[in-house]
């Protein structure tokens, strides 16, 4: 089974939280299913809420639509989660056309990012575009599972920056991926297992600007969340951490925790 919680601050700047989330469970074919996105609004005249919601809006569809059917009709699992993430990225792709579209109308750019996670017996798989990101926790460990679609991601790669010099670079938020404000876009898939007792974080990028991994490993150690609200607890606490050391950005976060594994 999977504790879950959801948490989101409007920050100690914005007058609108541009951010939205998405956290279903369910039960399938007898075991637990997860399904989890933070989708990270920008836009001007307050659309990037226009734009966040509308995706996590049809993410909900397709869970309950479109996911039943890959399930029951593929019965080896790796196979359903390549078919779920492919599914996905189809998702993902119309939405970047329909939100393009929906700007061009209006007459001001939006854009969301997206971070999604589906979980099904011991599997995972990650779609994410943007610089949302998911974490995860595993035996006292924690790894980045995602990779930012970023400027200084692309410095970083190319060897122009290190890892110290990017989280102050004034072009750290500049994207060069984003769902309905760019031309076209090429979201990333990223598959593994996880065991009991392992926590994902699945947040914008106001919720760890502020906030190392290491200092991740230490508020969601899984010891100290055996229940949903203790996991809820944990999450305002970052949150908390991240508006007194002054971050500007809206604040969302989804923490899921695997227990009972078989």
């Not at 593994?192 to 106001?206: A, L, Q």
Request: with cysteine.
């Amino acid at each position: 089974m999977f504790l879950t919680a959801a948490e989101t601050n409007v920050g100690i700047k914005k007058k609108t939280n541009q951010d939205s989330m998405l956290l279903k469970t369910a039960d399938a074919d007898g075991y637990p299913v997860c399904f989890a996105a933070v989708c990270d609004g920008m836009g001007g005249l307050a659309k990037g809420e226009v734009a966040s919601g509308e995706l996590t809006k049809h993410l909900s569809s397709w869970f309950e639509d479109e996911l039943p059917f890959i399930i029951n009709g593929v019965d080896e699992v790796h196979h359903m989660m390549d078919e779920a993430s492919d599914s996905l990225i189809r998702l993902l792709k119309r939405c970047d056309v329909m939100i393009s579209e929906y700007s061009e109308r209006i007459g001001a750019d939006c854009g969301t990012t997206a971070c999604i996670t589906l979980m099904y017996r011991d599997h995972y798989v990650v779609v994410n575009v943007g610089d949302s990101r998911l974490y995860k926790i595993s035996e006292g460990e924690i790894d980045q599972i995602t990779k930012d679609h970023t400027w200084i991601q692309e410095m970083i790669d190319a060897g122009k920056l290190t890892h110290e010099e990017a989280k102050y670079h004034k072009n750290r938020s500049v994207l060069t991926q984003c769902i309905g404000a760019m031309e076209g876009v090429s979201p990333d898939k990223t598959f593994g297992t996880y065991g009991n007792d392992d926590v994902f974080i699945v947040c914008c990028d106001g919720f760890r600007h502020a906030v190392s991994p290491d200092e991740f490993l230490r508020l969601f150690q899984t010891d100290r969340m055996n229940s949903e609200k203790s996991i809820s607890d944990r999450c305002k606490l970052a949150i908390d951490i991240n508006m007194q050391r002054k971050e500007k950005d809206n604040i969302s976060v989804i923490v899921i925790k695997t227990t009972n594994q078989e």
